[in-house]
C-alpha cells in the first residue's frame, strides 16, 4: 500500500477476506492507498459484518470520515446501546468525527443527545474524570465544526438552531430545564 501500486489491488482485495482480522484491516488499509473507490465499496459490505481488531478499526474510521448518513442509525443507534465500559467511552471519539461530518440536524442532535445522555450515566464519583474530556473535546469538537457551518451559512436556521441546542448540551442546561 506504501508503494500505491496498483498491481497489487487483486492481492489487497483477497486479503480483506483474510481469517485474520490484522491482515484484513492491513489488507483494507493498502487498497484505501491504492484503490480508494474500491476500497469505500469493501467498506460498506464489511459494515454490517461482525468485526474485530484492525479490520474493525480500519472500517469504522472510514465510515466515520465518509460522512456516509445512511450509516447513523447504525453508528448512533449501536452507540446508545452500549453498556456503561470503557469500550463506550472510547468509542466518543469516532463519534465526535462522525457528527462532524454528517449535515443532518437530526442526526447530529440525536448523537449529541446520546453523548450527554452517557456523560449524566458515568457516576458522580467519576464525573470530574470525564466531564472535561466529554464536554471539551467531544461536544465541543462537533461544536466547533458546526459553528463553522453556521457562520459561512447564516441564513440556516436549523444550523443556527443546532448551535444553540448543542451549547446548551455542554453547559446541562438542557436537561435541568425540565425540573
Do not use: C, H
Request: charge should be positive; avoid cysteine; glycine fraction near 6%.
Amino acid at each position: 500500500g506504501e508503494y500505491k501500486k496498483a498491481e497489487y489491488n487483486d492481492l489487497f482485495k483477497a486479503a480483506v477476506n483474510d481469517s485474520s482480522y490484522t491482515v484484513a484491516g492491513n489488507a483494507l488499509e493498502a487498497l484505501q492507498k491504492t484503490d480508494a473507490p474500491a476500497a469505500s465499496a469493501l467498506v460498506k459490505q464489511l459494515a454490517n459484518t461482525t468485526m474485530k481488531g484492525k479490520l474493525r478499526e480500519v472500517v469504522m474510521t472510514e465510515i466515520f470520515k465518509s460522512g456516509d448518513e445512511s450509516m447513523a442509525d447504525k453508528i448512533i443507534g449501536d452507540f446508545s446501546k452500549m453498556p456503561m465500559s470503557q469500550a463506550k467511552f472510547e468509542a466518543l471519539n469516532g463519534l465526535n468525527i462522525y457528527l462532524s461530518a454528517i449535515k443532518n440536524i437530526e442526526k447530529v442532535k440525536w448523537g449529541v443527545s446520546e453523548i450527554a445522555k452517557f456523560r449524566e450515566s458515568i457516576p458522580a464519583a467519576f464525573r470530574s474524570q470525564t466531564d472535561g474530556y466529554i464536554n471539551d473535546f467531544i461536544l465541543k469538537g462537533i461544536l466547533t465544526k458546526k459553528e463553522k457551518e453556521a457562520n459561512a451559512d447564516k441564513d440556516n436556521v436549523a444550523l443556527q438552531e443546532l448551535v444553540k441546542f448543542i451549547k446548551a448540551k455542554i453547559s446541562g442546561e438542557e436537561e435541568k430545564k425540565g425540573f
